[in-house]
C-alpha cells in the first residue's frame, strides 16, 4: 500500500539551532511531494514542493527540503529555527497525475527559546 | 483576497441533529475537498469534487454528503450526526487536481463537537 511516514511525532529544538523534520514515502511512479505547515488553531499552509528538477527546494519562511530518491525521503530542513515556526508539519506524496494526496500524521516542531 | 472560507468556526451538535458545514472559495478553483484532523491521523479526505455538478468518495464518506452546484461553494452535510464525527474539519481548493503538483489552499478550520 502506498503510504507516507513522518517517524516523529514531536521534534523539540533550541532556538537559533539547524532543525529536520523527516518523511519518507512508499509510492509509485514519480512522485510529487508537498510540506504543508498548520500553526494553531489555523488552516495549513502550503511550505514547498518537488516536483521536478533540483533536490533541494526552497520554500516560505527560510525552509528547504530534499529529495531523495534512493532513500525515498523528503525531509524538511531550516538552518536557524526561530521560536514561531513552532507549529504542526504534514508531509504529503502524490505518485502520479492520477491519485490523491497521500498525508503524513504530522509531526510537532517545538523550537525552545 | 478572502481565499477559502469556512463556515461555522465552531459548533456543538447532538447526536442524530444533522447540520452544513459551509466552503466557498474565490479563486476560481476547480478543484475542491473536505477533510477532517484527528489527533496522530494526519488528514483525512471525506470527499471532493474536479468541477460544478461532479463530486467523489475519499477515504472516509460515510455519514457524509456534498454537491457542488457551482463552481465557488461546496458545502459538507452531516446527515445525522455520532460522536465519532467530533473532529476538525478542513475545506481545500486548488486549481487543478491536486496530484498534478498545484498548491492546495485550505480554510480556517471547523472544530465539530458532537455530544
Known amino acids: 500500500a502506498q503510504s507516507v511516514a513522518q517517524p516523529e511525532d514531536q521534534v523539540n529544538v533550541a532556538e537559533g539551532n539547524p532543525l529536520t523534520v523527516k518523511c519518507t514515502y512508499s509510492v509509485s511512479g514519480n512522485p510529487y511531494l508537498f510540506w504543508y505547515v498548520q500553526y494553531p488553531n489555523r488552516g495549513l499552509q502550503f511550505l514547498l514542493k518537488?516536483?521536478?528538477?533540483d533536490n533541494l527546494v526552497k520554500g516560505s519562511y527560510g525552509f528547504e527540503a530534499e529529495f531523495n530518491k534512493s532513500q525515498t525521503s523528503f525531509h524538511l530542513k531550516k538552518p536557524s529555527a526561530l521560536v514561531s515556526d513552532s507549529a504542526l508539519y504534514f508531509c504529503?506524496?502524490?505518485?502520479?497525475?492520477?491519485?490523491?494526496?497521500?498525508w503524513g500524521a504530522g509531526t510537532k516542531l517545538i523550537i525552545k527559546p | 483576497n478572502a481565499g477559502v472560507t469556512q463556515t461555522p468556526k465552531f459548533q456543538v451538535l447532538k447526536t442524530g441533529q444533522s447540520m452544513t458545514l459551509q466552503c466557498a472559495q474565490d479563486?476560481?478553483?476547480?478543484?475542491m475537498s473536505w477533510y477532517r484532523q484527528d489527533p496522530g491521523m494526519g488528514l483525512r479526505l471525506i470527499h471532493y469534487?474536479?468541477?460544478?455538478?461532479?463530486?467523489d468518495q475519499g477515504e472516509v464518506p460515510n455519514g457524509y454528503n456534498v454537491s457542488r452546484s457551482t463552481t465557488e461553494d461546496f458545502p459538507l452535510r452531516l446527515l445525522s450526526a455520532a460522536p465519532s464525527q467530533t473532529s476538525v474539519y478542513f475545506c481545500a481548493s486548488s486549481l487543478a487536481v491536486q496530484s498534478s503538483g498545484n498548491t492546495i489552499y485550505f480554510g480556517e478550520g471547523s472544530w465539530l463537537t458532537v455530544v
Open positions: 518537488y516536483i521536478t528538477g
Open positions: 504529503a506524496v502524490t505518485p502520479d497525475s492520477n491519485y490523491q494526496l497521500i
Open positions: 469534487s474536479v468541477g460544478a455538478g461532479i463530486t
Open positions: 479563486m476560481n478553483h476547480e478543484y
